[in-house]
């Protein structure tokens, strides 16, 4: 069984005259819209006591929701292996284009690895990491925002027990807006607040 969890961390950015709260919801709505379609995974949403409001807006009927002390990657994976799932993977709530496609080639070295992650292909952090569970003893406390895949890799006792996936881009800053693809399918809440 195989969860693939969005962890709905607070965004620190909204383009110019967008409400920081309303750009925050239509991000997680896409990210979740997206988990809700990928085949073969149980999709989830992680959150914080103080934004289960948020999960409860943007969660399709019978989505899991985690509720986490803090929100942390280890906490998402460790309420995942909870639930039984026997992998996970936990993603940013900032990439309203992801393709379905780069979270299965996160989820796909699992098989033979304890570890992946995906790299944020403009700037620091993670896209998201993937994990078999329960999570492994050495993994590091990961911040999606800050850690690079090299850092996973160096707390591993062999560098080898980490995949490094394809990565994707994430929207924090006005440079990112620019990134998202009009041509992939999806992301409609974060294009329709964008104004198209």
Do not use: N
């Not at 492994?136 to 006792?157: C, H, K, N």
């Not at 999806?186 to 964008?194: C, K, Q």
């Amino acid at each position: 069984m195989r969860a693939v969890v969005a962890l709905l961390a607070p965004i620190q950015w909204a383009p110019p005259g967008i409400d920081l709260a309303a750009f925050r919801t239509a991000l997680a709505e896409d990210i979740v819209d997206l988990l809700a379609t990928l085949a073969e995974v149980e999709p989830a949403i992680a959150v914080t006591a103080a934004d289960r409001p948020l999960a409860a807006a943007v969660a399709w009927p019978g989505m899991r929701v985690y509720e986490l002390s803090r929100p942390t990657v280890r906490e998402a994976l460790a309420a995942a292996a909870g639930d039984g799932h026997e992998q996970a993977a936990v993603l940013v709530p900032d990439a309203p284009d992801l393709p379905g496609l780069v979270v299965g080639k996160l989820l796909q070295p699992l098989t033979t690895r304890s570890v992946a992650a995906a790299p944020t292909l403009d700037g620091p952090g993670l896209l998201g990491l993937a994990s078999r569970l329960p999570a492994p003893g050495w993994l590091p406390a990961v911040d999606l925002d800050a850690t690079a895949p090299q850092d996973v890799r160096a707390a591993a006792p062999r560098p080898a027990e980490v995949a490094v996936t394809v990565g994707w881009h994430r929207v924090r800053g006005p440079a990112d807006l620019y990134r998202l693809d009009p041509a992939l399918e999806g992301w409609e809440a974060t294009r329709a607040l964008l104004g198209g």
